[in-house]
């Protein structure tokens, strides 16, 4: 458990607080809009898989982001939502990369 540390001085400070909950809710609306354009790609025709790309990306730095701040600054930090974005993040850097792989063969023949 992250509050069973003894190596830090765990402070719960709500600058802490509030940064982990901003992190959290961002690298969860990224990760709601990415799944969201890898379940249906057509809404996005143009340039589709490099902005899944980014929004891959942007989830797991937010979620990450959380996490750390959370374990660091945060006393019995739960950070179960961040994680759960972490995960969708990883899933659509997977699916994303694989529409960008095919869109970069197809381009070269």
């Given at each position: ?5 003894t190596d830090?001085p765990s ?58 701040i959370g ?39």
């Amino acid at each position: 458990m992250p509050s069973d540390r003894t190596d830090r001085p765990s402070r719960s400070d709500s600058e802490a607080r509030h940064a982990t909950r901003l992190s959290t809710w961002f690298a969860l609306v990224a990760a709601a809009l990415g799944v969201v354009l890898v379940i249906w790609p057509y809404l996005l025709p143009v340039g589709g898989p490099w902005v899944q790309l980014a929004l891959g990306a942007m989830t797991l730095f937010f979620a990450f982001r959380a996490r750390a701040i959370g374990m660091r600054g945060v006393k019995d930090y739960d950070g179960r939502l961040s994680l759960l974005a972490a995960l969708a993040g990883f899933g659509i850097l997977f699916f994303a990369g694989n529409a960008a792989f095919k869109v970069l063969m197809s381009l070269a023949g």
